[in-house]
């Protein structure tokens, strides 16, 4: 995809000129709404393809009641943060092509799409989490303990990220100087600086998860391997089975996690005003393009949100088996 909603959902991200057509009234001559143009339907398309897409997810874990597991609490917290950043993403298109834009818009929609993009990033850290704690604690992984420390997370996860996005709105921004625009116009230099510091904190950590994941999943395999006589007490498990399709799946959702989040993390921390806009949309598209693929990723790869689903679209292809509640598979 070579275009995405957050190319336009930040199109003065550079600190420069807009790519569309947008003159600010000086009380000369009535505003005139620019034409649409390629960019704002892509805006508009991608926005709305991330918020239904999301917004099928969360209605369908919040409306079903065996969908309670630590796991599925995180997932809806994900799906929510995307669609969030899907609305942002509509919002900056109906402010851009179909009604007067002003710098109160501009920050509210800023300040939504960090706010979303937040809370979408330590989401997916809290699904590592998880899925390390029910490799770790497999005893104990979906008891009600479990479930409140999740809840206390999700609570925890969505105040910092509030409060973060909070900070355009709060003052901090660049519309009154703006020699001090970092390369995400109007968030200042500092601010973003401060964000993607944070945000290549959660990468970082969320690699040390999902390598404590592997190293947890292999010891198990090869322990119940070597107890029912799979495999030689001295053979290594791993050299048979690393490149099953949990493997491949691991590697897939790594990658497309550290191709999202580390181009924009790096990119808000060398660039400034004066960098080219070209590298600015490069490194945004695809952060806020992982919202559109985060659902298939996590969310509708797992057992339980499937067989929902098919059963909504199809109830008759629908066993009457009971629900076995399983971690996300990555």
């Not at 937040?118 to 479930?147: E, K």
């Not at 900070?167 to 200042?188: I, Y």
């Not at 580390?262 to 490194?283: C, E, H, K, N, Q």
Request: positive net charge; contains cysteine; proline residues 6%.
């Amino acid at each position: 995809m070579v275009l995405n909603a957050s190319d336009l959902g930040w199109d003065e991200s550079s600190g420069a000129e807009p790519l569309s057509p947008q003159d600010r009234p000086d009380g000369s001559s009535p505003y005139q709404v620019p034409p649409l143009t390629a960019w704002g339907v892509a805006l508009c398309v991608s926005g709305t393809l991330i918020t239904s897409e999301n917004a099928i997810v969360v209605a369908t874990i919040l409306a079903t009641p065996s969908l309670r597991a630590p796991v599925f609490l995180l997932l809806a917290s994900l799906g929510l943060a995307d669609l969030l950043a899907g609305v942002a993403l509509i919002l900056r298109f109906l402010f851009l092509f179909c009604v007067e834009p002003s710098d109160w818009s501009e920050l509210m929609t800023s300040g939504l799409l960090v706010t979303s993009l937040t809370a979408s990033l330590c989401s997916l850290m809290g699904v590592a989490l998880d899925r390390y704690l029910s490799l770790s604690h497999a005893l104990t992984y979906g008891s009600s303990q479990s479930r409140r420390r999740a809840a206390v997370l999700l609570l925890a996860v969505w105040l910092g990220a509030c409060a973060i996005g909070a900070g355009p709105v709060m003052g901090w921004h660049c519309l009154g100087e703006p020699t001090s625009c970092s390369v995400a116009r109007p968030l200042t230099r500092t601010y973003l600086s401060l964000l993607c510091g944070g945000f290549l904190v959660v990468v970082i950590v969320t690699l040390q998860l999902y390598a404590g994941i592997c190293r947890v999943a292999r010891r198990h395999a090869h322990a119940i391997a070597t107890q029912r006589h799979f495999l030689p007490a001295n053979q290594s498990y791993a050299s048979k089975h690393s490149s099953g399709r949990g493997f491949s799946r691991l590697i897939l959702v790594l990658s497309v996690f550290v191709g999202c989040w580390m181009p924009f993390s790096l990119w808000g921390l060398l660039g400034d005003a004066s960098s080219p806009p070209l590298y600015t949309y490069a490194t945004l598209v695809p952060a806020a393009g992982s919202s559109l693929l985060n659902p298939i990723l996590y969310s509708l790869r797992n057992k339980d949100i499937r067989k929902v689903l098919v059963h909504a679209c199809c109830p008759r292809r629908c066993t009457h088996s009971a629900h076995i509640h399983y971690p996300v598979d990555v």
